[in-house]
């Protein structure tokens, strides 16, 4: 599958993810993650759109919701795992440099 695609529909659903969570919590960390998120997905929709975007946004949000009711426990365990495999997304896939660069910062610091 292409990369870019992949890229697309996971931030879009990290997106999802973390709008749900905030929805919840109303932290701020969870809003900035979110709209960190979101400009990760506007990131790859310059290279490509999919009629998955939203449908996965949408899931992902109400899973978002979901979980922030169920803790702080379950939530650090689902972001740290969702993290995680973004990161081994990016670091198999793109050379680490520019705009992924700064992604892959971005990743990191989402980590609770």
Sequence with gaps: MDKYLLGLLGEAGAAGLARGIYLVKKEDRFLFAY?????????????RRSILE???YYLLLIFGILVGLMGHRVIKMVVNKVESQALDFYYKNFKIEGRIAEIVEDEKHHFL
Excluded: A, G
């Excluded at 709209?35 to 290279?47: A, I, L, T, V």
């Design 35 to 47: 709209r960190n998120e979101k400009s990760h997905w506007d990131y790859f929709k310059q290279f």
């Design 54 to 56: 939203k449908p996965i």
